[in-house]
């Protein structure tokens, strides 16, 4: 076994120790957010409900809607009519929530929905102010809760036992009521015994609202705790029977995930075995990364010395004043240049040449012209260049090719 491996292990085995120290020594904290969430655990999220509920609203379909507003969901089950428009389906749309989180256009629908026979129970600390307003109600909240504080049914026949539910509970009521129309259903109070309304039945049209201020009493925590699930069982005994439309929503608008991964990260053992893992196989990686790779060599790249043979060879000539020589060169390098640039034919310098190359080039007509004819005199020449004639012709072909 090499080094190499060795620390590898030693590091794994110091990682899955803080890993167990860490979880050891760590106290979890309970975690009393209100979610209202199917997918909490926590004292105050729904999973325990939702796991009950089909033995709580006995004999009804219960249909979960997280994906959807309230409104999404009744509109797409709405059939329009020439005269009076209906509702494909039938029963009571249910939502249970810390706080009022229904917007207004799904509260209209929800109005709508119940006028054509139809029923919703809302368990919730606070109520939109369209529904207050509508069912001419109010309520309010005394922000001391006692713990000595009971709930109980208003109908003795179905229930005159009291329950003390503390934790998560508070002091919401209904202050104000129609009473000519509103029924009663339960009550609390506090330790001096003061009694205030908490869950009401309001007829509205054809069918009814449910609201109940304790939504607490259908958390994970009371529904374990000694017999408060029987008060849950007497609230929900009021659901009209029929099919329940159940708003899963949490506080936090919370849906269920659909990561292949869900329930392994739910899962704190899980959860630190997938960590642990990724880590050694990235730790793998690196080492054997690092032992496997060869050094690259630096090669220094060829230098280019085409420029430095050009300038040797163009002293050369200057030096030995072959003129014309160098005049040749300059004008096969300037006609090859435009043949692979341009594609132009060069074998016959004249106007149609000159008038191709200013089209193609853009250069100035007359300096290609000065050019052309600089090039035809050399080749009619007879005699040798002067020093003159190649700057004169060096010079017009820098002039074009620049």
Do not use: C
């Not at 020594?25 to 209100?34: A, Y």
């Amino acid at each position: 076994m090499n080094k190499s491996i060795k620390i590898y292990i030693a590091i794994l085995v110091f990682i899955f120790a803080l890993i167990l120290i860490a979880g050891n020594d760590t106290s979890k904290e309970i975690d009393w957010t209100p979610t209202y969430s199917v997918n909490d655990k926590i004292p105050l999220g729904l999973h325990v409900f939702d796991k009950e509920i089909n033995g709580l609203l006995k004999n009804q379909k219960i249909e979960r809607i997280s994906a959807l507003t309230p409104y999404e969901f009744l509109d797409s089950k709405y059939v329009p009519d020439t005269i009076v428009g209906t509702y494909k389906i039938k029963g009571t749309f249910l939502n249970i929530t810390e706080f009022a989180s229904i917007d207004d256009q799904s509260m209209k629908e929800l109005f709508y929905f119940v006028s054509h026979g139809n029923s919703v129970f809302l368990s919730m600390k606070t109520f939109p102010q369209p529904l207050l307003d509508s069912l001419k109600i109010d309520f309010r909240t005394d922000f001391q809760y006692s713990d000595s504080t009971s709930i109980w049914m208003a109908n003795k026949n179905i229930s005159s036992k009291k329950f003390h539910l503390v934790e998560g509970m508070g002091n919401y009521y209904f202050s104000k009521i129609d009473t000519a129309s509103t029924t009663v259903l339960g009550y609390q109070a506090n330790a001096k015994n003061k009694k205030h309304i908490n869950f009401i039945k309001i007829p509205y049209s054809n069918g009814y609202f449910y609201l109940h201020t304790q939504p607490a009493a259908f958390s994970n925590f009371h529904l374990l705790k000694d017999n408060h699930y029987q008060y849950a069982e007497k609230v929900l005994s009021y659901v009209p029977k029929g099919n329940v439309y159940w708003y899963t929503k949490g506080q936090n608008s919370e849906s269920i995930s659909d990561s292949p991964l869900r329930y392994i990260l739910s899962q704190p053992a899980l959860k630190w075995a997938l960590y642990l893992s990724l880590i050694g196989i990235l730790i793998f990686i690196l080492f054997n990364a690092k032992r496997k790779q060869r050094i690259v060599p630096i090669l220094t790249p060829l230098p280019n010395l085409t420029v430095e043979f050009t300038k040797t060879i163009g002293n050369l000539y200057f030096q030995e004043g072959d003129h014309d020589n160098i005049i040749d060169k300059k004008i096969i390098y300037f006609l090859e240049k435009i043949r692979n640039e341009y594609l132009i034919d060069t074998t016959n310098l004249n106007d149609d040449f000159i008038k191709k190359l200013h089209n193609k080039s853009g250069k100035d007509e007359n300096d290609i012209r000065d050019l052309i004819f600089l090039i035809n005199e050399h080749r009619k020449s007879y005699h040798g260049s002067l020093e003159e004639d190649l700057i004169r012709i060096n010079n017009a072909i820098e002039k074009i090719l620049h």
